[in-house]
């Protein structure tokens, strides 16, 4: 299959609480640009006929769109191997949940080959922190600083832009961890930080911070279980 295809298909686009009909068909009509065909969307407003008016062409993508009443309820049943999270207000070193890849870095990370989640948040409060702490990875644009909130769609296009640019993705090769190799990698690391003694708030933040570096890295299966034996083998040697 085609890197293109692969894109198309892997990638979901992920609407959280929608509060205009109006963007949801914007939305729409930018995958479509982009030949994205999963539109998912999380406790949305009503969807008048003003989404499938906006959304011109792609109006198949609303009418075919997957609704959850919660985040964690799409995570559930949907099972990403990634969770990307957008954010207009990037963080630094001491909001964690909020260190910012550019789009750009998402696209030369980005497995066409994952199913990889791309999550953005309502129109006036984009998503919170704990649902970025969901996420595996968050990605900001660039903007000024005088008004640097854009248009929920705006963002989505250059984002979807930035990863279809380049179309010559090698995906032969050793394929990337999945979803549950990753909770396991994760998993680990969590037992190792609970067995030294740092306060819970700075266990967090570790925890956090881990699964940052981890979760930008898209590693391989094979890396994955490399990383786990390593780490288990801390974890059974500092138990003894």
Do not use: W
């Not at 008004?147 to 769609?153: A, D, F, V």
């Not at 961890?177 to 909770?183: D, F, L, T």
């Not at 933040?205 to 898209?218: L, Q, W």
């Amino acid at each position: 299959m085609e890197v293109y295809e692969l894109l198309s298909r892997n990638i979901g686009v992920v609407f959280v609480e929608p509060e205009t009909p109006g963007n949801v068909g914007f939305l729409a009509r930018a995958m479509k640009n982009f030949g994205l065909q999963n539109l998912i969307l999380i406790n949305p407003c009503s969807l008048e006929d003003e989404a499938y008016y906006q959304a011109m062409h792609a109006r198949d993508l609303v009418e075919d769109a997957i609704i959850y009443q919660t985040l964690d309820e799409m995570i559930e049943n949907l099972e990403p191997d990634f969770l990307v999270g957008t954010t207009g207000v990037p963080g630094g070193s001491y909001n964690v949940d909020r260190i910012p890849l550019r789009p750009s870095q998402l696209a030369s990370a980005i497995n066409p080959s994952s199913r990889t989640f791309i999550l953005f948040g309502r129109e006036g409060d984009g998503l919170s922190n704990r649902e970025l702490g969901l996420c595996d990875m968050v990605v900001s644009i660039p903007t000024d600083r005088e008004y640097p909130i854009m248009n929920i769609t705006h963002a989505a296009a250059i984002i979807f832009y930035e990863i279809f640019k380049k179309r010559d993705f090698d995906c032969e090769g050793l394929e990337d961890a999945s979803g549950v190799e990753k909770k396991l990698l994760v998993d680990e690391m969590d037992e190792i930080l609970s067995l030294i003694d740092i306060p819970p708030h700075k266990e967090r933040v570790a925890s956090r911070v881990f699964r940052n570096v981890t979760g930008r890295a898209f590693r391989t299966a094979r890396e994955d279980h490399t990383l786990k034996g390593v780490l288990r083998r801390i974890k059974n040697r500092m138990k003894e």
